[in-house]
C-alpha cells in the first residue's frame, strides 16, 4: 500500500472498523 492510502485509511484502522486483512496490510506498511 502507498501511504496516501495509509492516511484515508487510519482513522477506520484506529477504530478498529476495517476488515483483517486491510488491517494486517496497514500494520505491515507501517512496520516498513
Given at each position: 500500500?502507498?501511504?496516501?492510502?495509509?492516511r484515508?485509511?487510519?482513522?477506520?484502522?484506529?477504530?478498529?472498523?476495517?476488515?483483517?486483512?486491510?488491517?494486517?496490510?496497514?500494520?505491515?506498511?507501517?512496520?516498513?
Amino acid at each position: 500500500m502507498k501511504c496516501e492510502e495509509i492516511r484515508n485509511l487510519m482513522d477506520a484502522y484506529l477504530d478498529g472498523e476495517l476488515d483483517p486483512v486491510t488491517s494486517q496490510k496497514v500494520e505491515q506498511h507501517l512496520r516498513e
